[in-house]
């Protein structure tokens, strides 16, 4: 939890384009709040969702790929297809 609350290196992708971008993850010292910030510039929220408000967490390797969107799993190295997670707020 700790990690998380400092920040946990990832890449983001942005849906529509599958444009990968170096982030962060974070969850607030609360642990009420979700983000994803630029690691360029970790001032800069790409993303944020209140915890309480997370519906789902897929990962394709358990959910498979119709939960994802198509141009995401393309642009995919097979050794990524393990770790590509979505959160649904």
């Keep these: 939890a700790k990690r998380a609350v400092r920040g946990c290196r990832c890449e983001y992708m942005r849906e529509g384009v599958a444009q990968r971008l170096?982030?962060?993850?974070?969850?607030d010292k609360r642990f009420e709040?979700?983000?994803?910030h630029s690691a360029a510039d970790p001032n800069?929220?790409?993303v944020?969702?209140?915890?309480?408000?997370?519906?789902?967490?897929?990962?394709?390797?358990?959910d498979g790929e119709l939960c994802f969107p198509p141009e995401v799993v393309k642009a995919l190295?097979?050794?990524?297809?393990d770790l590509l997670?979505?959160?649904?707020c």
């Design 22 to 27: 170096a982030a962060l993850y974070r969850v």
């Design 33 to 36: 709040l979700f983000s994803i």
């Design 44 to 46: 800069l929220q790409t």
């Design 48 to 62: 944020s969702c209140p915890i309480a408000a997370i519906q789902d967490i897929y990962a394709l390797v358990e």
């Design 77 to 81: 190295k097979p050794e990524e297809r």
């Design 85 to 88: 997670l979505m959160v649904e």
